[in-house]
């Protein structure tokens, strides 16, 4: 697969807002600061469509991306765990990425971020737990590989894998800075998209 054509199309702060573009949905899930805007520009190979932020927790809408004129849309959720937004805002957010994921039809598969220099935390195994619930397909992306060496990058591979239970072979490891791994991951994307 190659992602030809890529263009901002909305953002949604709420679920009264949602809509159904009627194209299939490739989502982007991931702590606060995994670096979900870097790797939406690297996967589409334009550094400025997604808002990139140097601080945490930036996006807090659902924002909608058309990839190829419409052959998908790749959704980019808030970040979570962002301790700064406490109470009223977590929730709003929680209830937004929540009510999205169970109310669109057309979710194919959700890339999981996780920063390669961290263990997975708590908050990314509830979302894991929330995707096996809803029964959503993933597949789990390792960013940030350029910043550790080839032995750290194999070591925290097999600590993510165990953690979040899943083969070796499901982490993809990538780096938007050394444009590593995008091939893997839109394999994926299209072997998602046509089951």
């Known amino acids: 697969m190659e992602i030809k054509q890529a263009r901002f199309i909305t953002s949604i702060g709420n679920l009264s807002q949602f809509k159904d573009y009627n194209a ?88 999981l971020l996780v920063d390669i220099r961290h263990d997975p935390t708590e908050l990314d195994l509830q979302m894991l737990a929330y995707l096996h619930h809803f029964q959503i397909p993933f597949f789990i992306v390792a960013t940030k590989a350029d910043k550790l060496s080839k032995a750290q990058i194999n070591k925290q591979k097999m600590v993510i894998s165990s953690c979040l239970k899943q083969g070796v072979d499901n982490v993809i490891i990538t780096s938007s800075l050394k444009k590593e791994g995008k091939i893997e991951v839109l394999s994926k994307i299209e072997e998602m998209l046509q089951k």
């Not at 990139?52 to 004129?69: A, C, D, M, Q, V």
């Open 24 to 111: 299939p949905e490739i989502v982007i899930a991931g702590k606060s600061n995994v670096g979900k805007s870097s790797f939406i520009n690297f996967l589409v190979n334009n550094k400025n469509l997604a808002k990139t932020s140097s601080t945490p927790g930036r996006t807090r809408l659902i924002n909608y991306f058309e990839i190829n004129k419409g052959e998908f849309m790749l959704v980019d959720l808030p970040g979570y765990g962002y301790a700064k937004y406490k109470g009223e805002d977590r929730e709003n957010w929680d209830s937004l990425i929540g009510g999205y994921l169970q109310n669109s039809k057309n979710i194919k598969a959700v890339i």
